[in-house]
């Protein structure tokens, strides 16, 4: 699923030390990973680059045997509206849509997410409530503003957007920050079940390291570094 090799990042090419230097990591299908470290340390920066908002200033960055260093910036587009869903830290919701509009832009910019997710139910709108159930949103605040549900409520319409169309590859910025320990540990096995309905990898950041046994694999994003 992610292949990473040789890669070094710098915000600015004259920088003396790169914010990012690993020198192999490779993560398989299906797998749900813990990525941990300190603020600072690069956590976010290495999500951007794995869902090609950035590009690694040299070596390689692979998701689904495709070096997103040879594509365009509209390819890069193109290939993450088709393959990542993404759930935001502080999710990123239109705060004037229902939660079922917003789960159902995941898919207005990628036709193969349409037809995953049409092979799922009959209609986007369909999937989106399927998913949202799935996630713990109650029935009633489907139809809601999103920006008048809970922090916890609007946690569940970002991962439902992100899931929706079955994307290869959910990453998760620091997504359960805002909420305590219980809620934090059902959230995320919730998030696993979704992620294992879709065949989908997961890679869950947090600097809440009492979340790592929940995980199948944990990576130290200090230690990485270190061991290049």
């Given at each position: 699923m992610i292949t990473i090799s040789k890669l070094l990042f710098k915000w600015h090419k004259n920088a003396v030390s790169p914010t990012l230097n690993i020198n192999q990591l490779n993560i398989k299908q299906g797998e749900h990973v813990f990525l941990?470290?300190?603020?600072?340390?690069?956590?976010s920066t290495l999500l951007a680059l794995l869902a090609g908002i950035n590009t690694a200033t040299s070596g390689e960055v692979s998701i689904l045997n495709k070096n997103l260093n040879s594509l365009s910036n509209t390819q890069r587009d193109v290939f993450r509206a088709d393959h990542i869903g993404y759930i935001f830290q502080n999710f990123n919701l239109l705060?004037?849509?229902?939660?079922?509009e917003n789960v159902s832009l995941?898919?207005?910019?990628?036709k193969q997410r349409q037809q995953r997710a049409l092979?799922?139910?009959?209609?986007?709108?369909?999937?989106s409530a399927r998913l949202l159930n799935a996630l713990g949103l109650a029935q009633h605040l489907h139809h809601q503003d999103v920006g008048?549900?809970?922090?916890?409520?609007?946690q569940r319409v970002a991962a439902a957007?992100?899931?929706?169309?079955?994307?290869?590859l959910i990453i998760a910025d620091e997504p359960t920050s805002a909420l305590d320990t219980n809620n934090?540990?059902?959230?995320?096995?919730?998030?696993?079940?979704?992620a294992k309905h879709a065949n989908s990898t997961l890679v869950f950041v947090s600097h809440d390291e009492s979340l790592q046994p929940l995980f199948n694999r944990s990576i130290d994003l200090v230690n990485l570094q270190a061991a290049s």
């Open positions: 941990h470290g300190p603020s600072g340390c690069g956590k705060p004037y849509l229902t939660p079922l995941g898919c207005q910019f990628s092979q799922q139910s009959n209609c986007l709108t369909a999937e008048k549900l809970s922090i916890g409520q609007q957007r992100a899931f929706i169309g079955s994307p290869e934090r540990q059902s959230f995320i096995k919730l998030l696993f079940e979704q």
